[in-house]
């Protein structure tokens, strides 16, 4: 039985949930946060509810955004014929710190893993076709991670978004094997766009 006060082993419970948080240190933010000036602990969970309340995905491209259509959409600068694929919201701002890339972004939402559940009509893969008939896409650059679920999603993609005109390539040389996109540093994020490898 806990010797602790119901609502610090509840506080430790909410954040033990948190990637990335075990019991451990879970219970030491805790510990931490009961004892600290309540002005800065409201300030904390005030942060976290606008915030919250403010993000929403893009309904366009999937990224974390304050306003739908994102920054990245809305720029008129950007190559609308040049579209970034990527997993998560967040590979977005991995490429972006490359500073290179003047295109546009989709995110998928996962890659194909069976054995996780994952299929393709889980990911954001009917959105990417209609965006190929109504946006004036000439070439794809797939930016997944180099494991295995990785590969899979590359070359499922690469056959069925196959049409005329459409080019599709794919990052990944120079990026460390069997990993993901947070991973590499904007060096290597460059390189890696740079000698994109055509698979169609
Ligand atoms: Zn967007």
Redesign the pocket.
Known sequence: MSSLPDSITQLIAALAKLPGFGPRSAERIALHLVQTDSAAVRQLADAILIAREKIQF??????L?EK???????DLRRDSALLCVVERAVDILSVEKSGTFRG??HVLGGKISPLDGVEPEDLKISDLEKRLAGEPIKEIIIALGTDVEGDATSNYLAKRLARGGLKISRIGFGLPAGSGLEFADELTLNRALESRREMT
Request: charged share 10%.
């Open positions: 893009c309904t366009i491209c999937g990224a955004t739908s259509p994102c920054p990245i959409c809305d546009k972004f």
